[in-house]
């Protein structure tokens, strides 16, 4: 009996032994094996630069919201009929931040019960050239007392419809800051939050370790940092120290460093 006692003592070290490894084994594997593409990080940051083309104008609206009847924008390719629960927004090929042709009504609610400036606009069918946009997207507003900033909060559940009918989905809270400059090139934006983007059906879950920014004279995103869980791992996405590039340093969690460009 000692003999088998001690015989199975000695399977179970080494059946616990050769679990370990095989876990250790598969763990590395599943490091080594997870990657970060250029197609997944484009897609990650596409919900906020396609909705986010429309964030100045409807604040824009809103902070018309007083006038009654139908308002005409500075910018004659949208306007605004208003009533006392909010307006709706049209837009007729109109070219917003350098984006492809933005078409389509926007219906937008004030949130009555708040005593900040926020407002509820919901998508039905809208276009940003050729991408399709339904759901809601809400919004607390804030501006600093010089009014040289403005500030969004945004709750997002959104679904953008690619020409091709893939689709990316977004949920998740984030804010938005916009200052301005004496120019077009010096007006800076940041971006914080977390939020959840599904990809035709594969989930990433977003965290920004330091506020993102960027700034119009430069095309990408150019400080800050993310971290994406992706199949249980996370990476960290760097998008470097303020120098306009089309770079973003990708660090995986076994400690390899790789370079994505930003570049569609």
Not at 190 to 217: C, H, M, P, Q, R
Request: aromatic share 10%; net charge negative; proline share 0%.
């Amino acid at each position: 009996m000692k003999i088998v006692t001690h015989t199975f003592k000695k399977l179970c070290f080494l059946a616990t032994g050769l679990f370990l490894v095989y876990s250790c084994s598969n763990d590395a594997e599943k490091d080594e094996d997870v990657e970060l593409t250029q197609t997944e990080l484009h897609a990650i940051l596409e919900t906020e630069d396609v909705s986010g083309v429309v964030d100045t104008a409807l604040y824009e609206l809103f902070m018309n919201s007083g006038a009654t009847g139908k308002f005409n924008s500075s910018n004659e390719c949208y306007s605004a009929i208003y009533s006392d629960s909010g307006y709706t927004a049209t837009f007729n090929n109109c070219v917003l931040n350098g984006t492809e042709n933005v078409n389509g009504t926007l219906t937008v609610s004030y949130n009555l019960e708040s005593e900040a400036s926020s407002f509820t606009a919901m998508y039905t069918d809208f276009y940003v050239g050729s991408i399709k946009i339904n759901g809601t997207k809400s919004y607390v507003v804030t501006a600093n007392s010089n009014n040289s900033s403005i500030s969004f909060e945004t709750t997002s559940n959104l679904t953008l419809t690619m020409e091709e009918g893939s689709t990316i989905s977004e949920n998740g809270t984030k804010s938005f800051t916009l200052t301005f400059g004496d120019s077009l090139e010096t007006t800076t934006f940041s971006i914080d939050g977390d939020w959840v983007v599904d990809i035709d059906g594969s989930t990433y879950t977003v965290a920004v370790n330091s506020v993102l920014e960027g700034n119009f004279a430069c095309s990408y995103l150019n400080v800050g940092s993310m971290t994406v869980a992706k199949n249980g791992l996370s990476i960290i996405v760097d998008f470097g120290d303020g120098t306009c590039d089309d770079i973003a340093t990708v660090i995986y969690p076994n400690g390899k460093v790789e370079e994505i460009s930003l570049r569609d």
